[in-house]
């Protein structure tokens, strides 16, 4: 079974800027959540969607945003992008939503000038 | 409030030894654990996981053990080997999609 896949894996854009990730889950998993990493701040959750639906929402400014589609897939938007959201943004996902295991996908490495 | 931490920021054993690694956690609301392994470049790759019903549960090489009384997670790792170097991440969640990540050991095996 394929796993998590992430595009694009690198990205790069200049302040004021907006970007999309998209995230295909494991085949037959409905939730994905959305982390980001940073040397700083390690990994913090940003989402997690669930049949199309946010489930819960990390602690990140609104310019963060996301959705799922009805096939699982998910992309999640930045808006006016800023220099500190240079950052790996990781997409996980699980067969069903709340306390189940993640699986990671290979990240998309945004790095904002 | 939340939080998930390691005690060691660093590990540096001998091929072949076996390591272990720490984390504590601070929500006694958390009743599942999970140990991932991030490799340079990589995503994190799930490694085992544990509920807390549970105190011990073994994989192959790797055995996570919960201690709830004292809210501490621990992982070995048998016969570590080179390619077991990487960022180990312990992470906690409370029947939500949301893990809660610690900041990461980093173990270093030497030959």
């Known amino acids: 079974k394929a796993g998590v896949t992430q595009t694009p894996r690198y990205l790069i854009k200049t302040r004021g800027q907006q970007v999309t990730l998209s995230c295909s889950p494991i085949s037959g998993h409905r939730s994905v959540s959305w982390y980001q990493q940073t040397p700083g701040q390690g990994l913090q959750f940003l989402f997690e969607y669930f049949s199309e639906t946010q489930r819960n929402k990390g602690n990140f400014p609104g310019r963060f945003s996301g959705r799922q589609f009805s096939n699982s897939r998910s992309e999640m938007n930045v808006s006016t992008l800023e220099l500190g959201d240079s950052a790996l943004y990781l997409c996980?996902?699980?067969?069903?939503?709340?306390?189940?295991?993640?699986?990671f996908g290979p990240g998309t490495r945004l790095l904002v000038l | 409030g939340e939080s998930v931490g390691l005690h060691l920021p660093t590990l540096s054993v001998q091929e072949g030894d076996n390591s272990i690694i720490n984390c504590a956690y601070s929500n006694s609301a958390s009743d599942y654990f999970i140990w991932y392994k991030q490799e340079s470049g990589k995503g994190p790759q799930f490694i085992i996981d544990i509920r807390s019903n549970m105190d011990k549960r073994q994989g192959q090489r790797v055995t996570v053990l919960l201690n709830k009384t004292v809210k501490h997670l621990s992982l070995q790792i048998a016969a570590t080997q080179p390619g077991d170097s990487a960022v180990y991440f312990c992470a906690e969640s409370s029947n939500t999609g949301k893990l809660i990540f610690g900041q990461g050991t980093t173990l270093q095996v030497k030959p």
């Open positions: 996980a996902s699980s067969q069903n939503a709340g306390g189940e295991t993640q699986y």
